[in-house]
């Protein structure tokens, strides 16, 4: 059986260090936690503060924290603005905030990582001058073809958006089912598009970013996950693919497709549905409203493998009432 073939196989693993830290908790005058800081040691440094975590509310150990700061790996005595970590649950914390001191030990010792930043006259001479995010401000250079003298792997940002630019053999050699672009230039946006290029050209990014790259391909690309990795994915592996499954099983089930709140109902909200989450049936006799209760809403469906939630509300005819405005008119409208 070849490996496209055999769906049990596990999910291809992407080993993230953690860099070993002590804690210290820092209080307010209140007594409250205010942030977590995680001392360490980088390669041939002194003991310093390294990473902080802080709670979204002072006090509350047990809820959500997010990494405020970690040391800088192009000034490794500074700490820096940790953006792009998102939020995470307690019992994660520690072993997060270990990982991206990792990430940044990895890039001081593997400085290919880092990329070279070009000075504002650099980037006017060069060639990269209109892209589809507009015209950037940002270069980084991460590869130079040999041959040819010329950059072909380089990020770049401008004041609305960024992403990575590839050229020449760098684009050339991207997998066919990750490159984008027919010619010999390839744009990969920041948001999504990055993680081709990161799994296509792994020596320019930190062990964290492979991984974060495989997830994110694998939950909102998985046709192209699927042929880059030679195997198909499960059932509870990708968000994308778990989403279109449970609306292919209720294409014939009432599905929200908008909602609001109502004044003077704090309790409930009107929702609009269609049959499988056809749009196309929006304005038909198709569509119908109903009242829900607001945390009920919230919770929405979740996926019965992986536990995740789908961005879907059934209706449950049975239980929700559905709004007929000829008949009663809401409060409040």
């Known amino acids: 059986m070849s490996q496209h073939e055999n769906p049990s196989q596990p999910l291809p693993r992407i080993e993230r260090p953690e860099h070993p830290l002590s804690f210290r908790p820092v209080h307010d005058e209140r007594g409250r936690l205010t942030v977590l800081e995680g001392i360490g040691r980088l390669t041939g440094g002194e003991e310093q503060v390294l990473v902080v975590g802080r709670p979204q509310v002072a006090g509350d150990l047990t809820g959500v924290w997010e990494i405020l700061d970690a040391v800088s790996p192009r000034s ?29 030990e990895y890039s001081i010792l593997h400085p290919e990582v880092l990329g070279r930043k070009l000075s504002l006259k650099e980037i006017r001479a060069s060639e990269v001058q209109d892209t589809p995010w507009g015209q950037p401000d940002h270069v980084t250079v991460f590869r130079v073809d040999p041959e040819s003298g010329a950059p072909d792997i380089m990020s770049v ?48 990014f930190t062990p964290g970013a492979l991984a ?26 990708s968000n994308v693919n778990d989403r279109a499954n449970f609306l292919a099983a209720h294409e014939n089930d009432l599905i929200v497709v908008s909602a609001r709140l109502v004044p003077g109902d704090e309790a409930n909200i009107l929702v609009t549905a269609v049959p499988g989450e056809n749009r196309n049936l929006m304005g038909t006799d198709r569509e119908k409203q109903f009242i829900i209760p607001y945390d009920e809403y919230r919770s929405g469906q979740v996926d019965p493998v992986s536990g995740r939630k789908l961005g ?17 008119p809401y409060p409040g409208m």
């Open 76 to 104: 490794p005595k500074k700490l820096e603005r940790a953006w792009g970590l998102g939020l995470l649950p307690h019992d994660t914390l520690k072993r997060r905030m270990g990982q991206v001191v990792a990430d940044v």
């Open 157 to 204: 940002s401008t004041p609305g958006h960024g992403g990575f630019v590839l050229t020449g053999k760098a684009q050339k050699g991207m997998p066919s089912c990750l490159r984008l672009g027919s010619g010999d230039t390839g744009f990969y946006e920041e948001d999504s598009d990055w993680t081709r290029v990161a799994l296509a050209h792994p020596k320019f």
């Open 312 to 328: 879907i509300f059934l209706i449950d005819q049975d239980r929700h009432p559905e709004y007929a405005p000829e008949e009663a």
């Open 212 to 237: 974060k790259a495989e997830e994110v391909l694998r939950h909102w690309e998985p046709q192209a996950w699927e042929q880059f990795y030679g195997r198909q994915l499960e059932p509870g592996q």
